[in-house]
Every structure is written in structure tokens, then in C-alpha cells.
């Protein structure tokens, strides 16, 4: 349905033509959070320039193993904010090489950071943002109100990070303006849902990008209480018409139908991840601290680079060879995700081609609800138009 | 669980590889115990199971002899040992190829020849010393691992002169077959090493494992005790419908080796560039041979041309991105439909019928058929 009245979430910059290169620069951080992915927090592994410079040179020296048009130089930690000074000179020198190189990037380069915001308007970041500020994104994570926000984001002291986190909202909306959060949903929070992307919304953050995890954490009878906040969220949306200039990725016109095609869901393989070490992953959730039950999946390292074997299985995987029959005969699979770490780490075997679907009735729940989101919207906007 | 149709007994740790994979010295020598081979021969029996059989230098004591012929069974083993009356393969390692005269009088037709990457360029030399003791020979290149482009190079260049030779004794009537060079032109589908699909293979150790090469890894690879049900976890991966590249490849003949998978991607579905590669330049000097062999082959007519192909990797063609998704489809369809490109449609769609008669349904209901009732001008 194409209706002027109806917002959209921000497109992703160069979408399916940019690689995505991750350095995890720090494995410390400020806080505890209960779903992190990285366990074992320290203050101590924290990346060499050396390191990110060779990975630099690898990349930008071998066009033709990487011919993508476009990158996005990423950072992520433990908290990345925590060295921005390394950050900055690993900038410098990716577009000092981009332009030696007369590369293709030098014209088509973005960096992004994933950051908790604690940091965000510390002078030697707001420097980092004001030199970059034309090709750079920086994504804070905020989970929602107060409540669900501390419920899981707290420091090791076991206090709630909201206020420190909140407090740097308006600055960096201001710096800004179309920026999107993310938010994972697991089942403690469930109750929490409809609140808390009413408060990003009302925080001035309008696009929301939430999903539930897919990992083994879901009871009997979540799938219940997860209908009904998606139900009371589309509510009041659509009485507040909030649609208008804000979107919530629960609801999308595109979920819920059988899916035709074979392809993958997530991008791993076409993404790399350096760690603090040089060692390069196919996305960060196959690095050992990602991983609770499986060895880490290493794909080459700065100094050798990449293991083309090793990359192969991602890049063939389709949605087929992974599925089980059920999955590959339901009526409501499309926008069914999956994270390719998530299957691995839960496979009987190892293997990235077993899909982990414990979200199962999460993704029904969403279905049934986004149904009707989408029948009171048309409904209303089509009564809007007789008027 | 698979249908398993034979199973692969290693008579000793040290039984010779016929394979990809290298033997490792062992500690402790010896033969399989008896009363392991005895259940194991008989499970095979009851199961209607045939059992190839691999050996080593040691002579078989006569109970066990007595054993092994009782099953039907094929026999793999070094040049040297008593062939079998059941059917003997002979494996022989380039580095004893010496013991090859002594083959004069070989009655085994069948014969594999393992060949490694110092003696690559000595390949066509060996063929041309073992031509007339064999009516089958299978080549492996056993370091295939380590393959390079110089390597490759060599190959191509080794197949080449072998192809000569092979089409020199078609045209005089002797169809001599060379795994890697024929195989492919008389194959319509897959033919894989169907390792952990059609075939299991039961150790010295008394475990089960997906094939001897998996054994010499160690026993953390092993798939449980034998007499209890092999653990064959995520089996569906090693069947071809679930090999995103395979799946898209007409190189029939290819081994498709699961362990070399598993050892250089990390699945065992997916393959390393370098078998692809090696199978693509077969199945290439496969399609250059027929090619040079228009009417030579009885029944050529059958015989489908092998179309020449402008990558050498399906995973090339899988992964390009100036080619769009509907024309990768085309391209892979029309590969592998031949030879059922030849077959009329209404007895294709009667084998679809009698195979899943709900498949002929949903395959109604995707395929748009409008009527046209204009009148015909
Ligand atoms: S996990 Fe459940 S909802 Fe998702 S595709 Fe599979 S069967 Fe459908
Ligand atoms: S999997 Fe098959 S091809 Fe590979 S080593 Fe084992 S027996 Fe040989
Ligand atoms: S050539 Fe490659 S894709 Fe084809 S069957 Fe062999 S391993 Fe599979």
C-alpha cells in the first residue's frame, strides 16, 4: 500500500551495494547488560592501530577480492565511545588510504558507531562527530521506559542506566535528526513492549527497530502477552495517527505470506568483524565471546587475510538448505528471521545450516497482530477519504 | 536416516587409503578383531548390505578369508595380497607404482591409482605404464587440499595428453574408463561418494563412522559403537538437495567429498574451491573428448553433449552479482534438465504424477496458463 500519509522507515544507506567491515575496538565496557552478547568484559583487550591498519591495507589493497562500490567502516565494542581517540585515528587513516589508493570508497564511505550514549557528549566525541559528521551514523541504544530500560541495561553495580543514557538523547537527535534505535525484546520484557516504543516516540526518536531474540528464552504463554501489547501498541498508533511521521518495524506490510523466494535472511558473510586481536569473523556473533556452546567460526586474520573456503558456506547458504519442512511450507514465513550465530550456536551439529526457530509463535503472535494493524489503518485512512 | 546400501569394513588400522585422506601410523596393529568382523558380516547379510572390504599388507589369516568371502563384498587392497573371488579393487600409491609389473597378470579390472602433488606431472606416465591392466581406473589426486592454479596447470595439461590415449583406444574399440575423464561423459546424474548417504564405514575399533577418512581423524568423529544405531545427526546435509552448490552442478562424476568438505569450509555440504575446480577442468577435458569423439562410442546418439561453461566454479556463478537471480535459475534449470529436456512434457508430468501427486497440483497452481478464447484471425 503506497499512502503519502503513512511513514517510512529510513532506507539503509547503499543497502545491498556496500561491504560492512566491524572493528570491535574495546571488549571493555560500562555496563552489565543481562543479553550482551560479549561475556567477559575487560579492561585490558582493546585493538592495536597496528592491527586495524593492517586489516585497512588488506582491504583497500585487494579490489578485486572486494569489489562491493560502497563500505561502511563500523565500530563497535564492548563500548566503542570508551576509545574514541583510537577511533578517530583509525578514521584518519582509512581515508588516508581510500585516497591513496584512488579507490572507488574515497568517494563512497560511511563510518557508524553502535554506542550506549553514555559518553556521547563528552568533548572528544562531539569533536569525533563534528569532523565526520557527512558520512558517519552513530546508533545509541535506549530499550524503551525507564523500567524496561533498566530492567537489562544496568552497570556492574547492578543500577539502571536510563537517566545516563536519556540524558544524551536530545544532543544527539539534534546531530541527527532521522536516527533509528534498536530494540530487543526478550521475555521479561514482554509486559514492557507498547510503553516503551510509545516513550522512544516520544523521546523524538521515530524510527524504532525492535525484535524479539531468537534465542531458547521464550515460555509458554509469551507469545499471549506479546499479541496483546502489539495490539494495544497498534491502538495507539493509529488513534494517536502516530503512523504519520513515525514507524515501529513490528508492524510491515510485508510479513506473513509464504515465501517465495530462496534466499538468506541475514548478511553474514558479506560482513567482516575484526576483533582486538586481527582475527576476522563473519559477523561479530561468531566470535568466541558470542558463542555459549560452540567453537568460534574464524575466517582468515589481518596479517593472512581471508579464507575463501571458510567464506563459502555463508555466502551459498539459502533459505532452503537451513529450513525444516515446516518452515519451508508456512503460510506466514516471510519477515520470519532468523541470526545465523543464534543457529549455529544451537545446532545439533556444527553447522550454520540448522535453523534455531524458537521464535516460532513470537513471529505468529506478530503476524496475527500486524494483520490487524494494517486492516484498522486501511480501514481508517480509506473512512478518511470518503469524509 | 539414509538409505544405506554398502558398508566400508578397514580390516587394520594401516589398510590402505583408496581415498582423499592419508593413513595414520597407528600405535597398535593388527587386524579387526574376528568377533567384531563376525557380527559385522553378519549384520550386513540380514541387512542386505554388501561390504567393501579394505586391507592392508597383511595377509589375511584363513578364518577371516572364510569371513570375507561369505559376504558379498568387494575387496580394496594393495598391489601383493591374494585378490578375492568376490571382486578386487587394487589401490596403488604413485610411490609404488614399481609394484605395477608385477600386475601383468592382474585379473582385477579395477584398479585406483593415488597420485600426490610431487608426482602430478608424472600422471599421464603412470596411466600409460598401468594402460592394458586395467578396464577401470580410478584416479585421485590425493593432496587435492593443497592445490593451486600450478597445480591445476599441471593437471589439465597430464589430462590432456591422457586424453589422447583414451581416445586412441576408443577408436579402436577397447572402452577403457578413466574416472576422471570418462565417467562424466556416460553420467546423466549425480554420483557422488555418497559417504553417510549410501555407505557407512565400521573400523578396527568396532565404531562407526561417515567413511575412513573420518576414522583416521579420530574416534571424536566417529558416529557410535557398532550394533548400536549410528548417530547421524543433521543427516539431511549430506544429501545433495541440501549442498546450495552442489545442487546447482552437472560436474556428475565429481567425488564431492564430504571430509574434504568439512575439513577446508567447515560443512559438510559445502565444497572447497579446489574440488570444484578439479572437477570443472574434468568435466571439461570430459566435454573436449567427446567432442573429439563424434560416432566412436556405440550408442553415442544417447549420449548427451556436455555444454561448455564459462565458469569453473558453480559457486562463481552462484555469487556473481552482474547476473540477475531469474537468470542464474535459467541457466542452473537448463543444465541440469538435460537430458530430460528430450523427454515430452505429458510423460514428464505422468512420473511427477505417480512420483507426489500433490506436486503436480502446486506446480499447476504457480504456473500461470491463461485461456485464450480471441478467435483465431
Ligand atoms: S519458525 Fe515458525 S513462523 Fe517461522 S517460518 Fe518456521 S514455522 Fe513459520
Ligand atoms: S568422504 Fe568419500 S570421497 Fe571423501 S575421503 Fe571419504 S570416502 Fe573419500
Ligand atoms: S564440482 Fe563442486 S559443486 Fe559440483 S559436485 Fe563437485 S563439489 Fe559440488
Known amino acids: ?129 563534528a569532523k565526520n559528521r557527512d558520512h558517519l551514523s552513530i546508533g545509541i541504544t535506549i530499550d524503551g521506559t525507564p523500567e524496561k530500560h533498566d530492567l537489562h541495561r544496568v552497570y556492574p553495580s547492578g543500577k539502571g542506566s536510563y537517566a545516563d543514557t ?10 541527527f535528526p532521522g536516527a533509528s534505535t534498536k530494540v530487543t525484546v526478550a521475555s521479561d520484557d514482554l509486559p514492557h513492549v507498547a510503553d516503551s516504543v510509545l516513550h522512544l516516540f516520544a523521546l523524538g526518536i521515530r524510527h524504532v527497530s525492535i525484535n524479539v531474540v531468537f534465542e531458547d528464552v521464550w515460555r509458554e504463554g509469551d507469545e499471549r502477552i506479546f499479541e496483546k501489547q502489539l495490539l494495544e501498541l497498534a491502538d495507539r498508533i493509529i488513534d494517536g495517527t502516530l503512523y504519520a511521521e513515525h514507524t515501529c518495524s513490528f508492524f510491515s506490510e510485508h510479513i506473513g505470506q509464504p515465501v517465495q523466494d530462496n534466499h538468506n535472511w541475514c548478511g553474514t558473510g558479506r560482513m567482516l568483524t575484526v576483533d582486538c586481536q586481527g582475527h576476522f569473523y563473519p559477523c561479530h556473533r561468531f566470535t568466541p565471546f558470542s558463542l555459549a556452546r560452540k567453537e568460534a567460526i574464524t575466517i582468515g586474520n589481518c596479517r593472512d ?40 550456536d544451537y545446532a545439533d551439529t556444527d553447522t550454520i545450516f540448522q535453523r534455531a526457530t524458537y521464535l516460532c509463535n513470537m513471529h505468529k503472535a506478530r503476524v496475527r497482530a500486524n494483520n490487524y494493524y494494517w486492516y484498522k489503518l486501511k480501514r481508517k485512512l480509506a473512512s478518511e477519504r470518503c469524509q | 536416516m539414509p538409505m544405506i546400501k554398502y558398508l566400508v569394513v578397514i580390516l587394520e588400522p594401516a589398510a590402505a587409503s583408496f581415498c582423499y585422506y592419508d593413513v595414520k601410523p597407528v600405535p597398535s596393529s593388527g587386524l579387526m578383531p574376528l568377533e567384531l568382523l563376525r557380527r559385522v558380516v553378519d549384520h ?72 600426490g602433488r610431487d608426482r602430478l606431472r608424472q600422471l599421464s606416465g ?153 572437477a570443472h577442468l574434468e568435466r571439461d577435458q570430459s566435454r573436449q573428448l567427446l567432442a573429439a569423439l563424434p560416432s566412436a562410442i556405440d550408442g553415442s546418439e544417447k549420449i548427451v553433449p556436455i555444454p561448455e561453461l564459462d565458469y569453473s566454479d558453480p559457486f562463481e556463478m552462484l555469487t556473481r552479482r552482474d547476473i540477475d537471480g531469474g537468470a542464474k535459475d535459467r541457466h542452473f534449470a537448463s543444465l541440469l534438465s538435460r537430458p530430460l ?27 500461470p496458463f491463461a485461456l485464450d478464447l480471441k478467435p483465431k484471425k
Open chain 1, 1 to 129: 500500500m503506497v499512502n503519502q500519509n503513512i511513514a517510512k522507515a529510513p532506507s539503509v544507506w547503499m543497502k545491498s551495494a556496500a561491504k560492512t567491515v566491524t572493528f570491535m575496538v574495546t571488549e571493555d565496557c560500562q555496563l552489565r547488560c543481562h543479553y550482551c552478547y560479549l561475556v567477559g568484559k575487560n579492561a585490558h583487550t582493546r585493538m592495536d592501530f597496528e592491527v586495524a591498519r593492517q586489516a585497512i591495507d588488506y582491504l583497500v589493497e585487494n579490489r578485486d577480492l572486494f569489489p562491493e562500490q560502497a563500505i561502511v567502516w563500523d565500530f563497535i565494542g564492548g563500548e566503542p565511545l570508551l576509545e574514541i581517540g583510537l577511533i578517530d585515528r583509525i578514521c584518519a587513516y582509512i581515508e588516508y588510504k581510500q585516497r591513496q589508493q584512488e579507490h572507488p570508497w574515497a568517494e563512497s564511505y560511511r563510518f557508524s558507531l553502535t554506542s550506549n550514549g553514555i559518553l556521547y557528549d563528552k568533548p572528544a566525541v562531539q569533536q569525533f562527530v
Open chain 1, 166 to 175: 536519556a540524558r544524551n538523547i536530545p544532543l544527539w537527535l539534534a546531530q
Open chain 1, 305 to 344: 587475510g581471508i579464507d575463501f573456503n571458510k567464506l563459502r558456506p555463508f555466502l551459498s547458504l539459502d533459505r532452503f538448505s537451513q529450513s525444516s519442512e515446516a518452515c519451508r511450507t508456512c503460510e506466514v514465513a516471510s519477515g520470519c528471521a532468523w541470526c545465523q550465530g543464534a543457529n549455529y
Open chain 2, 44 to 115: 550386513a547379510i540380514r541387512n542386505g548390505l554388501h561390504i567393501n572390504f579394505v586391507h592392508g599388507d597383511s595377509p589375511l589369516p584363513e578364518e577371516y578369508v572364510r569371513l570375507v568371502e561369505s559376504a558379498d563384498h568387494i575387496s580394496i587392497m594393495p598391489p601383493g595380497q591374494n585378490p578375492c573371488a568376490g571382486g578386487t579393487v587394487l589401490v596403488i600409491d604413485d610411490h609404488r607404482l614399481e609394484d605395477a609389473p608385477a600386475l601383468a597378470e592382474n585379473p582385477c579390472a579395477n584398479i585406483i591409482l593415488r597420485v
Open chain 2, 126 to 278: 603412470m596411466v600409460r605404464q598401468l594402460m592394458g591392466k586395467f578396464g577401470r581406473l580410478n584416479i585421485i589426486l590425493k593432496d587435492l587440499a593443497q592445490f593451486e592454479e600450478p597445480e591445476l596447470q599441471i593437471c589439465r595439461e597430464q589430462m590432456v595428453v591422457i586424453g589422447k590415449r583414451v581416445a586412441a583406444e576408443y577408436r579402436k574399440g577397447n572402452f577403457i574408463e578413466i574416472s576422471t575423464l570418462t565417467d562424466r561423459i556416460f553420467l546423466t546424474n549425480m554420483n557422488n561418494c555418497g559417504a553417510g548417504v549410501e555407505h557407512l564405514t565400521v573400523a578396527p575399533d568396532g565404531r562407526y563412522y561417515l567413511c575412513p577418512a573420518f576414522y583416521h581423524e579420530g574416534p571424536e568423529h566417529s558416529l557410535g559403537a557398532f550394533g548400536e544405531t549410528p548417530r547421524l545427526e543433521n543427516s539431511r546435509l549430506l544429501e545433495l538437495d541440501y549442498a546450495p552448490i552442489c545442487r546447482n552442478c552437472d560436474a556428475y562424476h565429481c567425488k564431492r567429498c564430504i571430509y574434504l568438505n568439512r575439513k577446508l569450509t567447515g560443512e559438510v555440504n559445502t565444497p572447497s574451491r579446489q574440488q570444484c575446480r578439479i
Open chain 2, 341 to 367: 529436456e528430450a523427454v515430452p512434457a505429458s510423460q514428464l508430468l505422468l512420473q511427477i504424477y505417480q512420483l507426489d501427486p500433490g506436486l503436480l497440483a502446486k506446480l499447476k497452481q504457480m504456473t
